[in-house]
């Protein structure tokens, strides 16, 4: 039973710092590309940033040099993905998701419909700045 719980999310001042986790549990390898997107209140669900299972990276415009995505892949059945959040800005509030996937890559960052096709997600965790 393949399960991604997030958590780190939030209230946190502009300029501010969170680091979000993602415990994904019940796949037997890790293989698995993982990404973290977002949805603010009206707006469609949006790739932030993903890292393949080689270490390989891909970011969104409006968070490179902010946001750091790395991930631990555990043992067993059990990977960690984190997504550090620095100088956070008020248009940074939405909720966050983890997502992971098996046939997409980090070339993959914008192609979210894909993402919600293909990939398993979390329940999401929300991050308010103010």
């Known amino acids: 039973h393949v399960q991604l719980v997030e958590s780190g999310g939030g209230p946190v001042q502009a300029g501010g710092s969170l680091r979000l986790s993602c415990a994904a549990s019940g796949y037997t390898y890790s293989a698995s590309c993982m990404g973290w997107f977002r949805q603010a209140p009206g707006k469609e669900r949006e790739g932030v940033a993903v890292?393949?299972?080689?270490?390989?990276?891909?970011?969104?415009d409006s968070v490179k040099g902010r946001f750091t995505i790395s991930r631990d892949n555990g043992q067993n059945t059990m990977y960690t993905s984190y997504l550090q959040m620095n100088n956070l800005k008020p248009e940074d509030t939405a909720m966050y998701y983890c997502?992971?996937?098996?046939?997409?890559?980090?070339?993959?960052?914008?192609?979210?419909?894909?993402?919600?096709?293909?990939?398993?997600w979390g329940q999401g965790t929300q991050v308010t700045v103010s």
């Open positions: 890292i393949d299972s080689d270490g390989s990276t891909s970011y969104a």
């Open positions: 997502a992971a996937a098996d046939n997409l890559g980090t070339q993959d960052l914008s192609q979210t419909m894909e993402w919600v096709r293909e990939g398993d």
